[in-house]
């Protein structure tokens, strides 16, 4: 087997300016990669090339591409960082865009970025198979799986301060915690962007009730990362003792090695992510960006996730459902409606940046 060739261009500047990314091409991809099938909602084949804006784990952003470069022929290329520093690089390259799919990611972060004019809609064929309730019937964004957010445990640091396992928000707020929680920053992330959003829902839309409890969680958080994911791994080494993120990133580091991890899931009620895919408005690419998002919605692509231990629950009926994945009948959701999340984003991040904590700098 080839390696897959990877090229990366690290730049520090900010946001606002355009700029060159790391990416990663996949041309080789391995031959025990699933591949997709042509006859799932039309033909995948292609030429040239499609950049994606990657919101997942990086091992399934590498498997994804390296799939769909073996079904299509299209050369696959992507940047993997967190949904929120997805729309920040969108909107930073709004006249001349350099992706042609945003894939990953809660919906309302695609929501925001419909609002923004970031993406444009597009109704894939293969969007028939997905329940109505995981996609916009408009096409401005198609559920590809689900994710629910919990906390991410590391039994062994919890004995060490005398905590009690959380099972509630209310415990996260335990004086004991102090310093022993992490948690991303909404403006970067969408997992805690969920988290803000659950809260809202929890308080019955009342702002400040909301970032009462946001401001006192803020007393026992040791450090807001830019990635949703990163607060699993703090808790993983025993940097922290709690970290807030999307269940099946605790499943995953878990089966990595930190089996003191554990998984638990508020009692109040919790938030969860439909991970959707988009079109980029104004894309280079936009025929095999179609091409791209058909494909992530058939079950060849959705069930990649768990072959690199990436455990989201599947949109696609007909796609397999593991042991590992979180039972939903089993945990209390709260009513997540994610256009009016959407549509409250930049409102709310802003609120947090000034009021509870700055955004992480490059």
Known sequence: MRRSRTSAILLAVPLGLTTLLAACAVEDPDTSTPAASSSDGGSTKGTGEVVVACTPQEEQCQAMAAAFTKASGIKTSYVRMSSGEGVAR??????????????????????????????????????AAIPDKYKDKDGKWTGTYVGVLGFCSNKDQLDKVGASTPKSWADLLDAKLKKQVAIAHPSTSGTSYTAV??????????????????????????QYSKSGSAPGQMAGRGEVAVGVIFSHDCVKYQKEGFDMLENTFPSEGTGYEIGAVSLVKGGPNAENAKKFLDWTLTP??????????????PTNPDAKVTDDMVKLDQVKLVDYDSIEAGQKKKELTAKFDAEVAPAPKE
Do not use: C, R
């Open 90 to 127: 969108l909107d930073a390259a709004k006249s001349k865009p350099e992706f042609d799919v945003l894939y990953g990611g809660p919906s309302d972060g695609h929501v925001a970025a419909f609002d923004a004019g970031l993406i444009e809609p597009y109704v894939s064929p293969n969007a």
């Open 197 to 222: 959003w659950t809260q809202m829902v929890l308080n019955d839309m009342d702002v400040d009730k909301t970032f009462d409890y946001l401001g006192k969680l803020h007393n026992n958080v040791l």
């Open 300 to 313: 060849d692509h959705q069930n990649i996730g768990p072959t690199v231990g990436s455990f989201q629950i």
